[in-house]
């Protein structure tokens, strides 16, 4: 008799009679402040300056000069949810949520659609929430 060998480690996993891996288990933790940074400059490597703000404008991660000008910006325009500020030099992406705001400064090179998005993925990773790319 010819037995089949897995060649995969989830094959392995089901032939071994286990549940296999929990796929359908939400995270539990949110993305820490200091993580998002850092997997947000993973994404660009156009991202030259970077800070989390909590909702009430305290500094949670990144550079400590850049706080008060994020603050600004994000001031000038309350409703928003998302800025963009582009100058000769590069650009300034800001994204909101209840708990959170993100304050990238970039090249010109910066993809916006692309920085946007990444800056709300980013947000539901802090809140603890699940992604919906749909």
Known sequence: MIRQMPTV???????????????????????????????????SADIEE???????????????????PARALLAAAPEADDLEVATALGCVFAARSDRH??????GRY???????FDLRMVLADLAGESRDVA
Do not use: F
Request: charged share 20%.
């Open 110 to 116: 910066a993809l916006p659609a692309l920085v946007r």
């Open 50 to 68: 970077a800070a989390v703000l909590a909702a009430d404008g305290e500094l949670l991660a990144g550079l400590p000069d850049l706080a008060e």
């Open 9 to 43: 480690v989830s094959q392995a996993i089901l032939d071994s009679g286990t549940e296999g891996y929990p796929r359908a288990l939400p995270m539990t933790d949110a993305l820490t402040p200091d993580l998002a940074l850092e997997y947000l400059r993973t994404l």
């Open 101 to 106: 705001a993100v304050v990238l400064v970039t």
